[in-house]
């Protein structure tokens, strides 16, 4: 029979968080787990009126919420609702809709906050090592064996994950909401497993890992991805961070992918700001919104030179010029010699290399 009771109504009726946004699913803090209201890991769906923590293990349907919060024995939890909200329970006749098989929904976490994934990442990096052929790979674009360790530079694990994920959650971090993590078919902590790459935090400015890109060894389209366990149970998805290398100057130079931004400041000392591609450019603003209120009044452009014969780059280009301008920041851009494709390869090979010749 058809529900007259909605989850959106529990919700309400108990006085919690609403979702923002028109949005179906949302988190608010566990009243199992979360020991302030900063966590957020318990999920609502107001899709198909469900609730869940992945932390905690804490879930069930509207009534359960209700007999959970108002302290109301769950067999009579839907009465109780049915008077609160003033509604008849109308003999509506049962509609024998074509019902679905059940299947189990996977259901994703909502992101957790920058303090968390950073705490998480860095546990995760702490515990993985940088093959020889990934320093070696570093090395050769001119960073010094200091610097890549500073930065946090490790090799993607491609076996252990779960125990990775283990380890995590005995030291007490949390892995719900983190990209990257999710439940496996056994129920167990994972994380996503990947082809062999190198993987570089993206920091925000004051050194937190936001998230971390993957350098994949042998792949000619798409070389650097976000990790992310988007599609999984409790997974979560990436999102497009921007990445600061060095401390906010006057000038800042904008480019791509955070290992570029690296490179770029230790080879010239200039503060890099790093989007991940010309494209992906959502969190942009809130970053030059960051830079300006700390000083920053100049942006010099930095794109690898095929953004003057490629059309998607160009476009990606236009979209940036607008983000500048709206933001109120002059800018201006650098152009090399287009036989370096991008700005770092060209520092290192005209100018630091042939000073070493
Ligand atoms: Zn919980």
């Keep these: 029979m058809m529900e007259v009771i909605t989850m959106a109504d529990v919700i309400s009726l108990l006085g919690l968080p609403g979702p923002k946004d028109g949005r179906v699913t949302y988190n608010?803090?566990?009243?199992?787990?979360?020991?302030?209201?900063?966590?957020?890991?318990l999920n609502i769906n107001l899709e198909k009126d469900v609730f869940r923590c992945p932390r905690c293990g804490f879930s069930g349907g509207?009534?359960?919420?209700?007999?959970?919060?108002?302290?109301?024995?769950?067999?009579?939890?839907?009465?109780?609702?049915?008077?609160?909200?003033?509604?008849?329970?109308?003999?509506?006749?049962?509609?024998?809709?074509?019902?679905?098989?059940?299947?189990?929904a996977i259901v994703e976490c909502p992101?957790?906050?920058?303090?968390?994934?950073d705490e998480t990442y860095r546990a995760l990096l702490d515990k993985l090592s940088l093959a020889s052929d990934h320093k070696e790979n570093l090395l050769a674009r001119g960073l010094t064996e200091d610097e890549i360790k500073r930065h946090g530079y490790k090799?993607?694990?491609?076996?252990?994950?779960?125990?990775?994920?283990?380890?995590l959650l005995s030291e007490g971090k949390y892995l719900a909401g983190v990209p990257g993590f999710y439940h496996d078919r056994d129920g167990r902590w994972s994380f996503v497993h990947e082809k062999r790459g190198i993987l570089i935090p993206a920091r925000d400015p004051n050194?937190?890992?936001?998230?971390?890109?993957?350098?994949?060894?042998?792949?000619?389209?798409?070389?650097?991805?976000?990790?992310?366990?988007?599609?999984?149970?409790?997974?979560?998805?990436?999102?497009?961070?921007?990445?600061?290398?060095?401390?906010?100057?006057?000038?800042?130079i904008l480019t791509e992918g955070p290992l570029k931004a690296d490179i770029i400041h230790q080879l010239t000392g200039d503060t890099v700001l790093a989007v991940p591609g010309v494209?992906?450019?959502?969190?942009?603003e809130?970053?030059?919104?960051?830079?300006?209120?700390?000083?920053?009044?100049?942006?010099?452009?930095?794109?690898?030179m095929d953004y003057l014969t490629n059309p998607n780059v160009e476009n990606g280009y236009a979209r940036l010029q607008e983000v500048l301008s709206k933001v109120g920041i002059q800018y201006?851009?650098?152009?090399?010699?287009?036989?370096?494709?991008?700005?770092?390869?060209?520092?290192?090979?005209?100018?630091?290399?042939?000073?070493?010749r």
């Design 28 to 41: 608010i803090q566990c009243p199992c787990c979360d020991e302030n209201p900063r966590k957020k890991h």
């Design 62 to 104: 509207m009534f359960d919420l209700y007999a959970y919060y108002s302290g109301v024995d769950r067999r009579k939890a839907r009465e109780a609702l049915l008077a609160r909200l003033n509604i008849q329970d109308s003999e509506t006749p049962v509609t024998q809709m074509r019902r679905k098989p059940k299947q189990k």
């Design 111 to 117: 992101i957790t906050d920058v303090d968390t994934r």
């Design 155 to 167: 090799t993607m694990p491609v076996a252990g994950n779960a125990i990775l994920a283990k380890q």
């Design 207 to 252: 050194g937190k890992i936001q998230g971390l890109q993957i350098r994949m060894d042998n792949a000619s389209k798409r070389k650097f991805r976000w990790i992310s366990s988007i599609g999984k149970q409790d997974g979560t998805k990436a999102e497009c961070w921007t990445h600061l290398a060095g401390k906010p100057q006057r000038t800042v």
């Design 279 to 284: 494209n992906s450019l959502n969190h942009l």
């Design 286 to 304: 809130e970053s030059l919104i960051h830079l300006k209120e700390q000083g920053t009044c100049h942006i010099m452009t930095a794109f690898d």
């Design 332 to 356: 201006g851009t650098y152009l090399w010699d287009p036989q370096y494709k991008g700005l770092d390869d060209y520092v290192w090979q005209y100018c630091f290399q042939s000073i070493r």
